[in-house]
């Protein structure tokens, strides 16, 4: 059966990623909430394919959905252009129909994307700081921890709070911001769970704690539960390991202890 | 009775305006709450909680904020000549453009205004290699929405307009000979009826400007620190 060229619903899906990537999960996510098969491609960060960097000349990043032979690059962009092509599609929309209620969903999105910069900057920053200074892999850690860990709280905090309190407007008592199913920014939000849980590990914490923040504690278990998320989330231990191998490396290049 | 519409902006800011051609070009007849940044009001205060930052936009009761998703809103929700095409795949480009212009062109092409020496010279190849970007990207159009002027024409609007009066603050050239469809389209939006009139005064643009070029440049290393 022949593919159609251009954005058919019956033509031809590809999706470039990482694994691990939080912003790849979200398309994955995506497409199994809109019932879609498609081809996944496995992407080497270190190596690009020719595909990806003609598919995103401009970032040469991940995710990539390549639709009919065109690509479409930006995580919550490829969102919206999921949701508009499959509108017809088993499952609920993704973006609500109401336009305000899709200013919303699109606001909180965007603070998602811009806050969720800061979590992956404290993982950035031990491993910049790992670079820097390092006698042993534990006691760097552990002072690194330290340091970092007060550091990374006093900003991150209050961005879990004002979520916290935006789950609560969005939801209006249902189980996702999106209401009764997952939309938007669950699944902007919800893909980082698994580096949540990683860095909660490494620096010794519990960012979605459920004494402070229960709403979001029971979101994030109700998300998780989700067939198209359970699906393509990966396994908390491999990422782990993932992370614990790319910090082995650099002490390793960072000269002997 | 549609409810009224209200933007709370200030002058001068390229993301009020682009709030405000979104309402030009959709035909929305809106009231302009003039803001003192300087000194947050109440009314902001309350409808931006999180940003505290202008443009707002209020329809009835209703808050929208961040500029490019009051554009999307207003084009949603007004009968009017759609500000984004119709096709999905078209919509993505322009939401893809309009998120570069925001996350990967601005802030270089405001540092390569205002620092000096070899970090400028970073920041300039950096600016002009967007802007080559864009300026592939426009290719033949009249506009980047294509005949007439739409979305991601409002979301790049600040290289029409803003652009032109900081080269000549600053006397750094950005968008020289090798941009000439940008430049075009440049000179197309500005003379655009719907959007010409919430367009800042050229004069007090460069006024500001050149007034503040040090606290500017302080900013600037500032904002390096970050």
């Not at chain 1, 994030?220 to 490396?249: C, I, N």
């Not at chain 2, 979305?151 to 020289?176: F, K, N, P, Q, R």
Request: charge should be negative.
């Amino acid at each position: 059966m022949e593919a159609a060229r251009g954005g058919g619903e019956g033509a031809e899906l590809r999706l470039l990623g990482t694994w691990s990537s939080p912003w790849v999960i979200r398309v994955k996510v995506a497409l199994g909430l809109k019932g879609l098969s498609y081809e996944y491609v496995e992407e080497v960060l270190a190596s690009k394919s020719d595909l990806l960097l003609k598919s995103n000349p401009v970032h040469k990043k991940v995710p990539v959905l390549i639709h009919g032979g065109r690509a479409v690059c930006e995580s919550v962009v490829i969102l919206q252009y999921v949701d508009e092509v499959w509108a017809g599609a088993s499952g609920t929309p993704i973006l609500p129909s109401d336009p305000y209620d899709r200013a919303t969903a699109r606001f909180w999105a965007t603070y998602v994307n811009d806050t969720v910069a800061t979590w992956h900057e404290m993982i950035q920053c031990l491993r910049v700081t790992c670079l820097q200074f390092f006698p042993s892999w534990r006691a760097l850690f552990r002072s690194t921890t330290d340091e970092q860990r007060t550091e990374a709280f006093k900003n991150v905090v209050p961005v879990v709070d004002t979520l916290e309190r935006a789950l609560r407007e969005c939801s209006k008592g249902k189980a996702f911001f999106g209401g009764d199913a997952v939309g938007l920014v669950d699944v902007a939000l919800g893909s980082h769970l698994v580096w949540i849980s990683v860095v909660d590990e490494v620096v010794g914490v519990r960012l979605l704690d459920k004494a402070r923040f229960p709403a979001l504690a029971a979101w994030a278990e109700r998300f998780l539960a989700v067939d198209a998320v359970k699906e393509v989330m990966p396994d908390v231990r491999k990422v782990m390991e993932q992370y614990k191998g790319f910090l082995a490396k650099w002490i390793a290049s960072a000269g002997p202890s | 009775m549609s409810p009224p519409v209200k933007l709370i902006g200030t002058f001068g800011s390229p993301f009020v305006h682009r709030a405000e051609a979104a309402l030009r070009l959709k035909g929305v007849p809106y009231e302009f709450i003039q803001e003192d940044i300087e000194n947050k009001s109440e009314l902001l205060l309350k409808h931006n909680p999180i940003h505290k930052k202008v443009p707002v936009l209020l329809h009835g009761d209703q808050t929208i904020c961040e500029s490019l998703i009051i554009a999307e809103y207003i084009d949603e929700t007004f009968e009017g000549p759609p500000l984004l095409p119709s096709d999905p795949y078209d919509r993505a480009t322009a939401r893809f453009w309009a998120h570069f212009m925001d996350q990967k062109c601005g802030k270089p092409l405001w540092l390569s205004l205002w620092t000096e020496g070899e970090l400028q010279k970073g920041f300039l190849k950096e600016t002009k290699e967007n802007l080559a970007l864009l300026e592939a990207q426009l290719g033949g159009n009249r506009f980047f929405g294509g005949d007439s002027a739409g979305y991601l024409d409002i979301a790049l609007s600040s290289l029409a307009h803003w652009l032109g009066v900081l080269e000549e603050a600053t006397g750094v050239s950005l968008m020289g000979d090798e941009c000439p469809a940008l430049r075009r389209w440049a000179g197309e939006y500005t003379s655009n009826e719907a959007v010409k009139p919430c367009l800042p005064s050229r004069e007090h643009l460069l006024g500001y400007f050149t007034a503040n070029k040090d606290k500017l440049k302080l900013k600037a290393m500032a904002m390096l620190q970050q």
